[in-house]
C-alpha cells in the first residue's frame, strides 16, 4: 500500500457513498467526474494540486488525471471505471510514483481500474447505451470564476461527440449527501480541527508586540505541518490592528502593535477535510476594558448561536435569531440605539453595519461546504459557528470561530481545546 501524510478513509465509505449515489439515479445514467486540474503559474511551474471533492467523496482518491465513470442498473446497481494517469520510469524519477492499479483499488473499492488512455473510447461504449449523464459540474452560487474547469472541458468535448443524450445535474444530488458526514468522514474532521486548534494553542505564548503577521503565519505553517496537515485549509487571515475589520485579509504583511487585537482565521485540512476557526488575542497578552467588552459580546452571541443549532431549525431562521440577538449586544456597547432596533425587531437589518456576514456555513471537504439551498439543521452535520463584531472607527474587529457537529440534543465542538474564553487566552498567552 502507497502510504500517504494522513491515514486513508478505508475504501467501505467510498463504495457507500456510490451506492448511495447510484440510489438515487434513474437506469441507464451515466456519471462522470474528473479531478481538477494541476494549473499553471507561468514558465514551467504549477500551483499545487487540488482535488476536485466530489471526486474525493466517490473514490478517496487525490491525484491529477483521475476519473470516475459509472454506468447505472436497474435497482441502484452500478459499474464503476476509474481511470488513472499511467505511471512510467520518468514519472518515478521526477515526481515520485503515482498510484498503481491495485493502490487505486484498495483506496477506491473499485476493481475496474484503467490508464487514462482508455478513456475516449470507454466513453464512446458507455455513451452508446447511456439514456442520459450526469457529469460533474460546480454550480456553487458564488463561484465566479473565468477559468475552464477539467469537468467543463471534458464535458464540451462529450456534448459535441454526444448532443442528444440528455445532461442532468449531479451538484444538487452530491451537495445533499456531502451535507450530513458519515462516520469515516468524521474522524478526519476531527484530525482536521484537532490539528487547527493545538496548532493555534501552541503559537499563543509567542505572540508579542513587534512581531509580523506573517511570523505568525510561518509559526502556525509549521504547528500545522507537524501534525501532518499538508497545507492551510484556505489562505490563512493574520489581521492585527485595522485589519481586524477586513473580513477576507490575507496578505499578513503588517508588524503587530501593542494594544492591538489580532484576529486569526485559519484552518488545517486533513485528508481532504476541512478545519476553520477564527480567534481573537490581543498582542500584548492582555485585552483593554473595550477589547473585553466587545470580546464578551461576541462570545454571548456564539454562545446562544450554538444553543438554537438544533436538529429541525431552518438555517435561514436561525440566522435570522443570531441578528436579534447581535442586536441587542450592539446596543450594549453603545453601536446601535434601542429605537434604530425597535423598528425591526424581528430581523434587524442595521446589525450589518457591524455585522455584516452570516454566522455559520457547512463544512467538510470544501471549506464553504456545498449544501441545498434553504437547509435544516440535522443531525450529523458539521458547520461552522462565526459572529463577528466589526468597528472600523476604534480599528477593533473581533470574530470567534468553532466548528460544531449537530447531535440530536445539541451540538459537540470539533476544537474543543482551543480557547474562547478571555482569561483562558490571557493565561495561555502568559505562557501558563
Ligand atoms: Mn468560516
Known amino acids: 500500500m502507497k502510504t500517504l501524510r494522513y491515514t486513508p478513509i478505508p475504501a467501505h465509505f467510498y463504495r457507500s457513498t456510490r451506492d448511495a449515489l447510484a440510489a438515487r439515479l434513474p437506469e441507464g445514467a451515466l456519471v462522470v467526474v474528473h479531478a481538477n486540474d494541476v494549473y499553471p503559474t507561468n514558465a514551467d511551474g504549477t500551483m499545487q494540486h487540488h482535488q476536485n ?22 435497482n441502484g446497481q452500478h459499474v464503476d471505471t476509474l481511470l488513472l494517469r499511467e505511471t512510467n520510469e520518468r514519472i518515478v524519477i521526477w515526481e515520485g510514483a503515482r498510484l498503481t492499479k491495485e493502490e487505486a483499488e484498495e483506496i477506491s473499492g ?34 465566479y470564476t473565468d477559468v475552464q474547469t477539467r ?69 502556525l505553517s509549521c504547528e ?5 496537515s499538508r497545507k ?5 487571515i493574520i489581521a492585527s490592528g485595522p485589519d481586524t475589520c477586513v473580513l477576507h485579509y490575507i496578505s499578513n504583511h503588517k508588524v503587530c502593535r501593542n494594544g492591538d487585537l489580532i484576529l486569526f482565521d485559519v484552518g488545517a485540512e486533513y485528508g481532504g477535510y476541512a478545519g476553520d476557526m477564527s480567534r481573537t488575542v490581543p498582542a500584548n497578552g492582555k485585552f483593554s476594558p473595550r477589547q473585553k467588552a466587545v470580546y464578551e459580546a461576541v462570545l454571548a452571541v456564539h454562545r446562544y448561536a450554538a444553543s438554537i443549532m438544533l436538529p429541525g431549525v431552518r438555517k435561514a431562521d436561525y440566522e435570522r435569531r443570531v441578528r436579534v440577538r447581535m442586536a441587542e449586544e450592539l446596543v450594549k456597547l453603545d453601536l446601535l440605539s434601542a429605537q434604530q432596533i425597535q423598528r425591526e425587531a424581528n430581523d434587524p437589518s442595521c446589525v ?13 471537504l470544501d471549506v464553504h461546504d456545498v449544501c441545498p439551498k434553504d437547509p435544516v439543521f440535522a443531525v450529523g452535520q458539521v458547520w461552522t459557528i462565526e459572529p463577528g463584531i466589526y468597528i472600523p472607527e476604534e480599528n477593533l474587529g473581533v ?34
Open 110 to 143: 473499485i476493481r475496474d481500474v484503467r490508464w487514462t488512455q482508455e478513456y475516449q473510447p470507454l466513453i464512446a461504449q458507455v455513451a452508446a447505451s447511456a439514456k442520459c449523464v450526469y457529469w460533474e459540474r460546480d454550480t456553487h452560487p458564488r463561484r
Open 352 to 364: 450589518r453595519k457591524y455585522y455584516m456576514h452570516s454566522v455559520s456555513h457547512s463544512l467538510g
Open 232 to 236: 492551510f485549509s484556505f489562505l490563512p
Open 151 to 219: 469537468n467543463e472541458r471534458m464535458f464540451a468535448a462529450f456534448r459535441a461527440n454526444y448532443p442528444s443524450i440528455e445532461v442532468r445535474s449531479l451538484y444538487p444530488l452530491l451537495s445533499q449527501m456531502r451535507l450530513v458526514k458519515g462516520e469515516a468522514e468524521l474522524a478526519q474532521m476531527r484530525e482536521a480541527c484537532n490539528i487547527t486548534g493545538a496548532g493555534f494553542t501552541a503559537i499563543l505564548p509567542h505572540i508579542k508586540p513587534g512581531m509580523g503577521e506573517w511570523e505568525m503565519e510561518a509559526l
Open 399 to 432: 470574530r470567534i470561530e468553532t466548528d460544531v457537529l449537530i447531535h440530536p440534543d445539541g451540538v459537540e465542538d470539533l476544537i474543543p481545546g482551543a480557547p474562547l474564553e478571555v482569561s483562558d487566552i490571557e493565561r495561555l498567552m502568559r505562557g501558563e
Open 53 to 74: 471533492a466530489n471526486l474525493h467523496y466517490l473514490t478517496g482518491i487525490d491525484q491529477e488525471e483521475t476519473a470516475l465513470i459509472m454506468r447505472i442498473g436497474k
Open 224 to 228: 500545522y505541518t507537524r501534525r501532518r
